[in-house]
């Protein structure tokens, strides 16, 4: 049974709306379940806070240098991971999580030529974020460089889906606030609309290397 079954759609908007009418005492604790929502679906997330943002119900700066430090951290640990990944105990978490030799192979002439190529595919399509960040680490990329990169582009990406969520929570300020479970449909259904965007970006991306480099 779901949570609206359950509570019944009175009792979920209340639920939403103590979460979506923070006070000076919980904005910490809605800005702390932000970052860590950003950590598991960074776009999706960033677009719903960009909606409480954009209803006036969080500061937008808040959100995106959350948005913002979350993502960068969560880059960093993979970047970390690959530094370790010639370790014995690491090597197979590597693949697990995407880096597989094949990608690998890929991956290594463009990390080793040009990184902030690596890094900016890896923030337009967010897929593919993962293994790309464990190359950099394990190509031995300096850590200054990598962030010289990361942080201006997840700066510039989480401006931008920020903008999306208050351009949206702007609009329906009204029906936000009364109806506070239409921010989650709202930013679910944006959030689909990227990821189904960005898959279809790669898999173009993907067939034409492949016919490349079968001609």
């Known amino acids: 049974?779901?949570?609206?079954?359950?509570?019944?759609?009175?009792?979920?908007?209340?639920?939403?709306?103590?979460?979506?009418r923070p006070d000076g005492g919980t904005v910490g604790v809605t800005l702390a379940v932000i970052a860590l929502g950003v950590l598991a679906?960074?776009?999706?997330?960033?677009?719903?806070?960009?909606?409480?943002?954009?209803?006036?119900?969080?500061?937008?700066?808040?959100?995106?240098?959350?948005?913002?430090?979350?993502?960068?951290?969560?880059?960093?640990?993979?970047?970390?991971?690959?530094?370790?990944?010639?370790?014995?105990?690491?090597?197979?978490?590597?693949?697990?999580?995407?880096?597989?030799?094949?990608?690998?192979?890929?991956?290594?002439?463009?990390?080793?030529?040009?990184?902030?190529?690596?890094?900016?595919?890896?923030?337009?399509?967010?897929?593919?974020?993962?293994?790309?960040?464990?190359?950099?680490?394990?190509?031995?990329?300096?850590?200054?460089r990598f962030v010289a990169w990361v942080v201006p582009l997840t700066a510039a990406r989480a401006a931008l889906l920020v903008g999306i969520g208050w351009v949206v929570g702007g609009r329906f300020t009204a029906e936000l606030v009364d109806r506070p479970w239409i921010i989650v449909a709202v930013g679910l259904g944006v959030g689909l609309v990227l990821v189904a965007g960005r898959a279809l970006w790669q898999r173009a991306t993907t067939s034409r290397k492949e016919n490349v480099c079968a001609s």
Do not use: H, N
């Open 41 to 144: 679906e960074g776009p999706v997330v960033t677009v719903i806070a960009g909606s409480l943002a954009g209803a006036g119900l969080l500061d937008w700066w808040q959100v995106w240098l959350v948005a913002c430090a979350a993502d960068v951290v969560a880059d960093t640990v993979f970047y970390v991971l690959g530094r370790g990944g010639r370790r014995p105990r690491i090597a197979p978490l590597l693949v697990r999580l995407g880096l597989t030799e094949r990608r690998w192979a890929l991956l290594r002439a463009k990390v080793g030529g040009r990184p902030g190529r690596v890094v900016l595919g890896a923030k337009l399509v967010d897929v593919g974020a993962i293994p790309a960040f464990l190359a950099i680490g394990l190509a031995g990329v300096p850590y200054r």
């Open 1 to 20: 049974m779901t949570a609206t079954g359950v509570l019944g759609l009175d009792g979920l908007d209340g639920v939403l709306g103590l979460a979506a």
